[in-house]
Nanobody
Framework: QVQLVESGGGLVQAGGSLRLSCAAS????????MGWFRQAPGKEREFVAA????????YSADSVKGRFTISRDNAKKTVYLQMTSLKPEDTAVYYC?????????????????WGQGTQVTVSS
């Protein structure tokens, strides 16, 4: 299995940028597609972005498309979420996830492993 630890969250003003990191343990990191989800208070966890095993393909939710970029460094066993043009509605706990699945990536149940989450707060 893989263990995931997010970092990089914090407080940022609207329009600002922030980069989240997710460090993975285990020897099979490259076997997993990686993703980011977020959950605001009182709301369900929602899909943000995902990246294929090799990093060759990425997918983003419409709400963040053009603003957030997901990437991975398999040598460092780390996945990143570069967030720009942040909006107050981006405020949430952001979770890193891993899955061996290659379909239905927006569905929570398709993801096998989760990090503890990191808080991102965007002030207006």
């Amino acid at each position: 299995q893989v263990q995931l630890v997010e970092s990089g969250g914090g407080l940022v003003q609207a329009g600002g940028s922030l980069r989240l990191s997710c460090a993975a343990s285990g020897r099979t990191f490259s076997s997993y597609a990686m993703g980011w989800f977020r959950q605001a208070p009182g709301k369900e966890r929602e899909f943000v972005a995902a990246i294929s095993r090799s990093g060759g393909s990425t997918y983003s939710a419409d709400s963040v498309k053009g603003r957030f970029t997901i990437s991975r460094d398999n040598a460092k066993k780390t996945v990143y979420l570069q967030m720009t043009s942040l909006k107050p509605e981006d405020t949430a706990v952001y979770y890193c996830a891993a899955t061996g699945a290659v379909v239905a990536i927006t569905l929570i149940r398709r993801w096998d492993y989760w990090g503890q989450g990191t808080q991102v707060t965007v002030s207006s």
